[in-house]
């Protein structure tokens, strides 16, 4: 991970996260075409109010009905490696905190609907999270 965060209105909050798939020796997420990872960053001024946020998505997304159709997939090949980058300005000096987190998910909320599934069943874990609180001058 790359992080540039104390900074003044004139440069961007910038933050890179690199993630490779280095010890799987298959694609990840795998095992059910319906896994899949999120990589989430939220930026919050002091107020705790989300200013910024980015999102990407590992995985493969399907269409079930009324056919099942692969919509896309962009799975981690053994040994690939990426980098995720959230870059921002702020409008307004102050403290401001950075969050990043990546979450494995089992499935959408739309399929353990789909299924009955309560909120109790554990549809995605956190693997990885970081806070990075900071000043904008």
């Known amino acids: 991970e790359k992080v540039a965060l104390n900074t003044t209105l004139d440069k961007p909050i910038k933050y890179t996260l690199r993630i490779k798939n280095e010890f799987a ?21 002091n107020k705790n109010e989300v200013v910024a946020k980015k999102q990407y998505r590992i995985g493969e997304e399907w269409q079930w009905y009324p056919v099942a159709k692969k919509i896309s997939d962009n799975n981690m090949d ?4 990426r980098l995720y980058e959230f ?3 702020v409008t307004e000096k102050g403290t401001y905190k950075l969050k990043v987190e990546v979450t494995k998910h089992r499935m959408t909320d739309e399929t353990a609907a789909y299924n009955k599934l309560d909120k109790t069943y ?14 904008v001058k």
Do not use: A
């Open 122 to 135: 554990p549809k995605f874990i956190s693997v990885y999270e970081k806070s990075y609180d900071f000043v």
């Open 78 to 81: 053994p040994g690939e490696e």
């Open 25 to 45: 020796g298959h694609r990840v997420p795998s095992g059910d075409p319906e896994r899949f990872v999120l990589v989430n960053y939220q930026l919050l001024n």
């Open 87 to 89: 870059n921002s300005k």
